[in-house]
């Protein structure tokens, strides 16, 4: 099945740096990778994805590039503020039913 | 608010008990997955409900099962309890057949096991 690794684990930035968390995936029938970002007590929430046929997308201070040569996609966020810092998240699917999530990135954004 | 609505938001049981827990979709969504989120395993997908059917399975156990009914909510059973059962269980739903791409997850339940 799909393996889905993130790095890193925890991530501290100052507010107004950017931030940037990678991920890989083995499986390449995969099509669709999502983000989501999870606060405190709450489910994960969609923030950002990208099809296969993409190489980049962006949306407002997010961003996400996929290689799929590689099998890897990151997500940048730039100009971080405190409301940015939560547990992200990477996923990998085949656009079905199933999502392989990684298993997550700390991110603590410093005022 | 995802408009997807899981209850209890929290559950603290014995080992040996069972528990239901409850997801209402989003208005008009007629797909449900269930996934746990638990700290050595993260978040894995459990099973999916398409319409009242049963569509796909993923790591879940024997003792856990599910059902979709008419009203389109769905409900997660778990049986047997075992401290290692303790995670946070998320369903998501989506209008369409396998559909993950669309979905949106509620806020979630939190089993504690003791």
């Known amino acids: 099945g799909e393996n889905v690794e993130q790095h890193p684990s925890t991530l501290s930035v100052q507010e107004g740096d950017s931030a940037v968390i990678k991920c890989t995936y083995s499986d390449s029938a995969s099509n669709y990778f999502p983000w989501y970002k999870q606060e405190l007590g709450k489910g994960p929430q969609l923030i950002i994805d990208?099809?296969?046929?993409?190489g980049e997308k962006k949306d407002q201070r997010i961003a996400v590039t996929l290689n799929k040569t590689a099998k890897h996609f990151s997500l940048h966020i730039t100009e971080t503020q405190p409301e940015d810092s939560a547990v992200y998240f990477c996923?990998?699917?085949?656009?079905?039913?199933?999502?392989?999530f990684g298993a997550g990135t700390t991110v603590t954004v410093r005022a | 608010d995802s408009g997807v609505t899981q209850t209890p938001k929290h559950l603290i049981t014995a080992t040996g008990q069972r528990v239901t827990l409850r997801c209402s979709p989003r208005?008009?969504?007629?797909?449900v997955y269930w996934y746990q989120q638990s700290l050595d395993q993260g978040l894995q997908f459990l099973i999916h409900?398409?319409?009242?059917?049963?569509?796909a399975k993923g790591n879940i156990l024997e003792r856990f099962s599910a059902q979709q009914f008419p009203d389109l909510h769905s409900e997660l059973n778990l049986s047997s309890l075992e401290l290692g059962d303790s995670a946070l269980y998320f369903c998501a739903s989506s209008p369409r057949d396998r559909a993950i791409t669309e979905a949106f997850f509620g806020q979630g339940t939190r089993l504690t096991v003791v």
């Open positions: 208005s008009g969504d007629l797909s």
């Open positions: 996923a990998a699917s085949k656009g079905d039913y199933k999502l392989s």
């Open positions: 409900y398409y319409n009242g059917e049963e569509r």
């Open positions: 990208i099809r296969s046929n993409v």
